[in-house]
């Protein structure tokens, strides 16, 4: 990164992260997130207050923290999803929960009469949870060491590379950086220890099939709201698909709906491998009016 560039980069990013209009932001963001992508490593950590009002530290070599520092949020469609449905006194589960962005958001919406339980099987992953946690002097969140699935036992793990530890996985990775066991378990493990739940996010890197398979008595239970990480291509690995998955949860009761930058759109199973890659909420009744509140703001 030339001098210029590593001196505006910080002008940039608050800029992004603070104003509210719309003036010349992807044109920042095109210009100065490449850049992170290939220098953020040399740059160190910074600690950011998000647009959900808790503060952040961000890994400026990680692709999920270069994203952070410059716009204060990650994946906005998803997050402004999950900031609506969540209220205090909720009870939120993050199903691999990375470094703990949504983790953290949740933890600000349901406030301290709510609980978030976060399930992270990756130890250099949980310890950023654990900083950013303390960071903000969270007391309702559980931070769970294993992998969610459909039985106890244990797994090998395969940990992405330095920079996208994100898309590390229970399936192999061909850029892996390390392979480990982790535990796994059933959520439904934990059925007499939650005593409802308002919302699941599941992103699993492809086991998102055996995490659902882990908690149908819990789905009987409580019919959360489910978001998911669809992606056919890693779901194969495991004999799942994008079409079965969707199938599964419509099939007790759920219906489906795409996560886009203008909100929500209702879809069906044998549309769900028409993207590579997007995020889906599931809902076991109709949305209705809650529809219009869960458009992402321009």
Not at 15 to 23: A, N, P
Not at 89 to 94: E, P, T
Not at 214 to 231: R, V
Request: glycine fraction near 8%; charged fraction near 20%; charge should be neutral.
């Amino acid at each position: 990164m030339n001098p210029l560039n590593r001196l505006m980069l910080p002008l940039a990013a608050f800029y992004l992260r603070s104003c509210t209009f719309d003036i010349g932001r992807w044109r920042l963001l095109n210009h100065f997130l490449p850049m992170l992508r290939k220098d953020g490593s040399l740059m160190g950590e910074r600690i950011v207050n998000t647009h959900y009002g808790f503060r952040y530290k961000a890994d400026l070599g990680d692709w999920l923290g270069q994203y952070v520092y410059l716009t204060g949020v990650y994946e906005p469609p998803t997050a402004h999803v999950i900031s609506t449905l969540l209220n205090p006194g909720d009870i939120f589960i993050d199903v691999g929960a990375n470094s703990g962005f949504f983790t953290l958001l949740a933890s600000r919406r349901v406030g301290p009469t709510g609980r978030v339980l976060s399930f992270e099987p990756l130890p250099s992953m949980r310890s950023r949870i654990t900083e950013n946690i303390a960071l903000n002097e969270m007391g309702n969140v559980t931070l769970h060491r294993v992998a969610l699935s459909n039985s106890v036992g244990e797994v090998t793990f395969y940990e992405g590379p330095q920079g996208h530890k994100g898309i590390s996985s229970m399936r192999p990775i061909g850029e892996a950086s390390a392979i480990l066991q982790v535990p796994t378990m059933p959520l439904d493990d934990l059925a007499d220890k939650i005593p409802s739940i308002k919302l699941i996010k599941i992103d699993v890197e492809g086991a998102e099939q055996l995490a659902i398979e882990g908690m149908k008595k819990l789905l009987a239970q409580h019919h959360p709201y489910l978001i998911i990480e669809i992606t056919d291509q890693y779901l194969k690995p495991f004999g799942h698909s994008a079409q079965g998955l969707s199938n599964s949860l419509c099939s007790l009761g759920y219906r489906m709906y795409k996560i886009t930058p203008n909100g929500l759109t209702e879809t069906s199973p044998d549309r769900a491998a028409d993207e590579d890659q997007y995020n889906a909420l599931f809902s076991k009744n109709p949305l209705g009016s809650l529809l219009s509140h869960v458009l992402i703001p321009q």
